[in-house]
């Protein structure tokens, strides 16, 4: 969902990673010295559920994602579209998003992420 609070078509959202991919481009003076490592996570909202499988087919398109971080598990939505993004494009999670402190960011884990979709406490 974007700021303006609609869902924002694919295609409009491929143009946007072009014009986003362009300006981080023009930033970056590539310097030999400094090898740079590109980690190029989508951070997902658990609770959009098929819609960021979308979204993150249009962003891997654009960046060549590397990784997830899927927000937003603490409260009604169960992230099952977690599932249907890496049927789609076998990426690697790196952290879920249990709560609204930065203490609830955990490391993903098969254990972390099948308790928070279930709704089980620790």
Same mark, same amino acid.
């Given at each position: ?46 609770? =959009? ?16 994602? %590397?990784?997830?971080?899927? %927000?937003? =598990? ?14 789609? =494009? ?14 609830? =960011?955990?490391?993903? %884990? ?13």
């Amino acid at each position: 969902m974007g700021r303006s609070g609609f869902h924002p078509e694919p295609s409009d959202l491929g143009l946007r990673c072009a014009r986003a991919r362009f300006l981080f481009a023009s930033f970056c003076v590539p310097n030999p010295a400094r090898p740079v490592v590109a980690l190029v996570w989508l951070v997902v909202d658990g609770s =959009l559920g098929s819609n960021s499988i979308e979204q993150a087919k249009a962003f891997h398109q654009s960046f060549g994602l %590397t990784g997830l971080v899927v %927000t937003k =598990l603490d409260g009604t939505s169960r992230g099952g579209a977690i599932v249907g993004i890496w049927c789609e =494009l076998k990426l690697p999670i790196y952290f879920l998003g249990l709560g609204e402190e930065p203490e609830d =960011l955990q490391p993903f %884990t098969a254990r972390n992420c099948s308790r928070a979709v279930c709704g089980l406490e620790e």
